[in-house]
Nanobody
């Protein structure tokens, strides 16, 4: 059973930065999704199993960077220039397979989420 545990969420002012981490067991393709109140879960960023390919939602390109350290079984999401519209619960996801995908159905394991709140 794969367990994904997110950390690093919190409250930050607009323009600030945060780094999220996802501790996982085993090597999988990984991604971050987020869900704001009253909205559907949406794709944020994905990284392939060995880190060679990365994919981003248009809304975060140039501001968020996804990375992973397979030796530590940890994935990261560095977020800069945060906006109030980035406020959401951020979920870590892991899936079998090698490449990146933005489809939630392609991921088999999910963390419980970490809250990110950006104040204006």
């Amino acid at each position: 059973q794969v367990q994904l545990v997110e950390s690093g969420g919190g409250l930050v002012q607009a323009g600030g930065s945060l780094r999220l981490a996802c501790a996982a067991s085993g090597g999988y393709r990984m991604a971050w999704f987020r869900q704001a109140p009253g909205k559907e879960r949406e794709f944020v960023a994905a990284i392939s199993r060995y880190g060679s390919t990365r994919e981003y939602a248009d809304s975060v390109k140039g501001r968020f960077t996804i990375s992973r350290d397979n030796a530590k079984n940890t994935m990261y999401l560095q977020m800069i220039s945060l906006k109030p519209e980035d406020t959401a619960v951020y979920y870590c996801a892991g899936g079998r397979g090698v490449g990146t995908t933005a489809r939630p159905s392609d991921y088999d394991y999910w963390g419980q989420g970490t809250q990110v709140t950006v104040s204006s």
